[in-house]
């Protein structure tokens, strides 16, 4: 002290740490609920790959103007491969032995697929795939499907369906419930 006065050090008032509070709140409220679990996500990414490799084998049908397929590895259906022409010349032939077309963008390499080897996606499954009884998705070349289905993805308690229209051959996801 000097001279009689005393020096206050700055400090925030309790109105100033109140305010802060109330906005870390209300942003954390906001947050929190859209916060997903590991499952959901996990399925989420799986279906949106699923639904984007259906997208490549019908846009393939129409630019080669022949049928192209997305067909799933019996007996639990966790891998698939896009093939083109497979009903006329690998129908009944085993899945091992049936050759995949190129991936488009990993040059080189078969355009096939395993769900759970994909980067943190194990422990998704897809389960049984019917596309007017078959386990298999066969686009003509105007990008229409010989059969309308669907096929259904999970984790956890999480499950989405990718659904291929009959006659557009739109694809589309919807979670379950959604």
Same mark, same amino acid.
């Given at each position: ?15 100033? #740490? ?13 947050? #929190?609920?859209? #916060? ?12 949106? #790959? ?43 032939? !085993? ?14 390499? !078969? ?17 049984? !795939? ?44 919807? !979670?379950?419930?959604?």
């Amino acid at each position: 002290m000097r001279n009689g006065r005393c020096r206050r050090r700055p400090a925030f008032t309790l109105v100033e #740490i109140l305010i802060v509070v109330l906005v870390l709140m209300i942003a954390a409220a906001i947050v #929190i609920p859209n #916060i997903g679990s590991a499952d959901d996500s996990r399925v989420t990414a799986a279906t949106r #790959i699923l639904q984007a490799d259906m997208e490549v084998a019908r846009s393939l049908a129409m630019r080669t103007q022949q049928p192209h397929s997305v067909v799933f590895r019996p007996p639990d259906f966790q891998s698939y491969k896009v093939v083109a022409n497979y009903v006329e010349n690998y129908a009944g032939v !085993p899945y091992a032995q049936v050759p995949a077309v190129d991936h488009p963008v990993k040059r080189g390499q !078969p355009f096939e697929v395993t769900v759970g080897a994909l980067n943190g996606m194990d422990g998704v499954q897809i389960l049984g !795939p019917d596309f007017g009884g078959q386990s298999y998705l066969t686009f003509k070349s105007l990008g229409d499907p010989v059969a309308k289905g669907s096929v259904k993805l999970r984790s956890g308690n999480i499950e989405w369906t990718v659904e291929v229209e009959g006659l557009t051959g739109i694809i589309t996801a919807t !979670p379950a419930g959604g």
